[in-house]
């Protein structure tokens, strides 16, 4: 196994807009957070990307093109085209130039009952035409209370890893650790359970292929605040932040990313 302290991963802060926003408001959000980069000076930051919803994509092209900070999406759809009502296919989101896709949030896994099959075929679909699957594996409070969780998450990153594998694409993908627990409750995970878990996933990885392990980058989700970020980003396997509540206010996103790469 490669010691991945010792390989780079540049930390990747993504705010996760959720089912939030309108032209005007996002507007507001988003020409706060290019003022506070643009003033920031090209200080120490981490990178930054908004999953906004669908409707938002065309904004989001117009207004972060030549700018830096990424825009995505918060689903996709494994199918190409057809009969899918409601769906966002990959070569929509590349349409608007989208640079990735969130898959498998908890919120979509609980309402939608998608599985880790569906997921695992979401995150392919992405990453063979170029974009970044941001795939999301977390456990319920009743799994980490019976002792379950390394094992439950760890299934799950399994199940997506080994079909991103099978064609050769897992080295194009990124995970977000969030325990259900933690996502818009305020309670975070400590900066230890974030690492027990962050470190079992990336052996899970390297278990299937050791030097995308290394690189792969993992971010930890659930009620990050600015006030958290730092002490999550000094763990060794803690690589970002994917961010919902807090990535709605410039400021306080802002100075999560800053945190996350260690101003
Ligand atoms: C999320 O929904 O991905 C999330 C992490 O939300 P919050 O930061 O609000 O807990």
Same mark, same amino acid.
């Given at each position: 196994?490669?010691?991945?302290?010792?390989?780079?991963?540049?930390?990747?802060?993504?705010?996760?807009?959720?089912?939030?926003?309108?032209?005007?408001?996002?507007?507001?959000?988003?020409?706060?957070?290019?003022?506070?980069?643009?003033?920031?000076?090209?200080?120490?930051?981490?990178?930054?990307?908004?999953?906004?919803?669908?409707?938002?994509?065309?904004?989001?092209?117009?207004?972060?093109?030549?700018?830096?900070?990424?825009?995505?999406?918060?689903?996709?759809?494994?199918?190409?085209?057809?009969?899918?009502?409601?769906?966002?296919?990959?070569?929509?989101?590349?349409?608007?130039?989208?640079?990735?896709?969130?898959?498998?949030?908890?919120?979509?896994?609980?309402?939608?009952?998608?599985?880790?099959? %569906?997921? #695992? *075929?979401? &995150?392919? =679909? !992405? $990453?063979?035409?170029?974009? +970044?699957?941001?795939?999301? @594996? /977390?456990?319920?409070?009743?799994?980490?209370?019976?002792?379950?969780?390394?094992?439950?998450?760890?299934?799950?990153?399994?199940?997506?890893?080994?079909?991103?594998?099978?064609?050769?694409?897992?080295?194009?993908?990124?995970?977000?650790?969030?325990?259900?627990?933690?996502?818009?409750?305020?309670?975070?995970?400590?900066?230890?359970?974030?690492?027990?878990?962050?470190?079992?996933?990336?052996?899970?990885?390297?278990?299937?292929?050791?030097?995308?392990?290394?690189?792969?980058?993992?971010?930890?989700?659930?009620? %990050?605040? #600015? *006030?958290? &970020?730092? =002490? !999550? $980003?000094?763990?060794?396997? +803690?690589?970002?932040?994917? @961010? /919902?509540?807090?990535?709605?206010?410039?400021?306080?996103?802002?100075?999560?990313?800053?945190?996350?790469?260690?101003?």
């Amino acid at each position: 196994m490669l010691n991945s302290a010792a390989v780079q991963r540049p930390p990747w802060v993504v705010g996760n807009w959720k089912m939030n926003g309108g032209l005007s408001d996002n507007e507001a959000l988003l020409s706060g957070l290019l003022g506070l980069l643009e003033a920031h000076g090209g200080g120490r930051i981490a990178q930054c990307a908004v999953a906004v919803p669908a409707p938002y994509l065309f904004q989001s092209m117009v207004r972060l093109s030549g700018h830096s900070i990424g825009w995505g999406g918060q689903d996709v759809s494994a199918e190409p085209a057809g009969a899918f009502t409601g769906e966002v296919s990959v070569s929509m989101l590349r349409d608007f130039e989208a640079q990735f896709s969130i898959v498998g949030h908890s919120e979509r896994r609980t309402r939608h009952a998608e599985t880790d099959a %569906v997921i #695992a *075929a979401k &995150a392919v =679909a !992405l $990453a063979d035409s170029g974009l +970044v699957p941001l795939i999301c @594996v /977390g456990e319920s409070i009743q799994v980490r209370d019976s002792g379950k969780a390394v094992e439950s998450v760890c299934q799950q990153v399994q199940r997506v890893a080994q079909a991103l594998q099978s064609k050769a694409l897992l080295g194009k993908a990124v995970f977000a650790y969030e325990p259900i627990w933690a996502i818009g409750t305020g309670r975070s995970a400590t900066p230890e359970q974030a690492q027990e878990m962050h470190a079992a996933i990336r052996r899970t990885l390297s278990e299937i292929d050791a030097k995308a392990a290394a690189q792969i980058r993992l971010l930890y989700g659930g009620s %990050v605040k #600015a *006030a958290s &970020a730092a =002490a !999550l $980003a000094a763990q060794p396997d +803690v690589d970002g932040a994917l @961010v /919902g509540g807090a990535s709605l206010e410039a400021k306080e996103f802002f100075d999560i990313a800053c945190a996350m790469s260690g101003q």
